[in-house]
């Protein structure tokens, strides 16, 4: 049950790092790149955050 209620919101964060991104990368096109920066900053920090969860919620074998 326990890696249930890690998957989730690692999943959740990960949908959110990966919208940051993609946001990001359409900033491009208006020049914009202090939003492009601060986009792929976000993303990279919920990516971080949804990977170690993933990784707390995989079981763990010996």
């Known amino acids: 049950m326990a890696n249930v209620l890690l998957a989730a ?23 914009q790149w202090d939003a492009v920066a601060t986009n792929w900053a976000i993303g990279a920090v919920l ?4 990977a170690g969860l ?4 995989l079981p763990h074998r010996n």
């Open 47 to 50: 990516g971080g955050m949804a």
């Open 9 to 31: 919101p690692a999943y959740a964060l990960g949908r959110l790092a990966w919208t940051s991104l993609r946001t990001g990368s359409e900033w491009t096109r208006y020049r």
């Open 54 to 57: 993933a990784a707390k919620a």
